[in-house]
């Protein structure tokens, strides 16, 4: 095996480009977050690939290929610089447009100020270009709420094949508690009752073991704790193999901990005998800024949805509808407190509207 780093601004990122050039068969050896000279934070992603496949890939074109590669790439080049110009002309023209149209500043500063960003406020004014919206400040409200309605996704509760469901985020988020919540929900609470299993695999945090514990004491419901890869697999494939739903807690980890990372990515890959779901448990009351290094970094993961938490501690959510019609993850929970099993709600469009709308409202 051969080992090459791939560096980017994100781990994802690194490791898509690793996967573009090998495909699947890649192993991971090793990420870290490096600040280089220039100050700027990069992440190196380390894979091995088999050696024939290192100097096929990076070797092996011939020089046709080559030249045709470089005709094809010149053409796309000049199709993006004629993208650009036709972006800067219509630019140009809304930008004259919102000079002399009060309608749309207001409604845009007011939008701002709640946190969603400009960048994708003025995409959806420009597409209004020429229509009576942008004239009447409660129908351009309006049309901005039904873009934002069209604009989120919620992945329904699916339980037609038996599934594992991986809680990821970081630290203190609330992952041990909805997981708490989900298995009751799945237990108890739900028309039909669903065999459901705790697997812990946080071993790094003090008491996290008891935590989940308790619950599952409580619940009277199978809790395992793990903590290597061969085991998980295994005790997937025996002890819980037939069982409807499996929920894994996880170590939470800052994005930079690239140990407990690797670790995680390890579980992730595992080839189980169910499907496996990662959730990533984010936080409602965290900054844009957050959020997005949270995402960009755990995406690494294969996430499939996000579950929001402490709904409860926050009454501004447009910095979270921003994040989400930027990166379109559906949601499937939201967390609405402290309490065990209650404070759950299966994820709601129009609640999180109406909260959103509560809040322009009162200013
Ligand atoms: N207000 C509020 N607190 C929460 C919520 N979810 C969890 N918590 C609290 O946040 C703390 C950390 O939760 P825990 O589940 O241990 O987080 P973990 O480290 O991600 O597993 C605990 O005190 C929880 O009671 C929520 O939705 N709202
Ligand atoms: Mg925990």
């Not at 960003?117 to 270009?129: E, R, V, Y």
Request: with cysteine; aromatic share 10%.
């Amino acid at each position: 095996m051969i080992n090459e780093t791939f560096v980017a601004s994100n781990p994802t990122d690194a490791y898509a480009q690793a996967v573009e050039k090998y495909g699947d068969t890649i192993s991971l050896v090793a990420a870290k977050q490096i600040k280089y000279e220039d100050g700027v934070l990069r992440s190196e992603v380390i894979i091995a690939v088999p050696e024939e496949l290192f100097r096929e890939q990076s070797f092996g074109l011939s020089n046709n290929e080559n030249h045709q590669d470089k005709e094809d790439e010149a053409l796309l080049c000049q199709i993006d610089e004629l993208k650009a110009q036709l972006e800067l002309l219509k630019d140009d023209i809304y930008q004259e447009l919102e000079k002399g149209n009060t309608v749309i500043t207001e409604v845009k500063k007011l939008f701002v100020k709640k946190g969603i960003s400009s960048l994708w406020l003025d995409s959806i004014f420009q597409a209004l270009i020429g229509t009576d919206i942008i004239e009447d400040a409660s129908l351009l409200v309006s049309y901005l709420l039904e873009e934002i309605d069209a604009s989120l996704q919620i992945r329904d509760e699916d339980f037609s094949v038996p599934k594992i469901m991986m809680l990821v985020g970081p630290t203190g988020v609330g992952k041990t508690t909805t997981i708490a919540k989900l298995a009751a929900r799945y237990a108890y609470l739900l028309e039909k009752p669903y065999k459901v299993a705790l697997v812990n695999l946080d071993s790094y945090k003090v008491g996290a073991v008891e935590q989940l514990e308790h619950y599952a004491d409580i619940m009277q419901i199978e809790h395992i704790c793990l903590s290597d890869v061969d085991s998980f697999k295994d005790t997937l494939e025996k002890r819980l193999s037939d069982y409807d739903v499996i929920l894994v807690d996880t170590a939470g980890m800052s994005p930079y901990d690239t140990h407990k990372f690797i670790k995680t990515v390890e579980f992730v890959k595992t080839q189980t005998p169910k499907k496996l779901e990662v959730h990533l448990v984010l936080s409602a009351t965290v900054k844009y800024e957050d959020m997005e290094d949270i995402y960009k970094n755990f995406s690494f993961l294969n996430l499939d949805s996000l579950i929001i938490s402490k709904f409860d501690e926050t009454k501004h959510f447009g910095t979270l509808l921003n994040f989400m019609l930027l990166y379109k993850l559906p949601m499937s929970y939201f967390s609405t407190g402290q309490e065990v099993p209650d404070d759950l709600l299966f994820a709601d469009k129009e609640f999180l509207l109406e909260k959103f709308i509560g809040d322009i409202d009162e200013g």
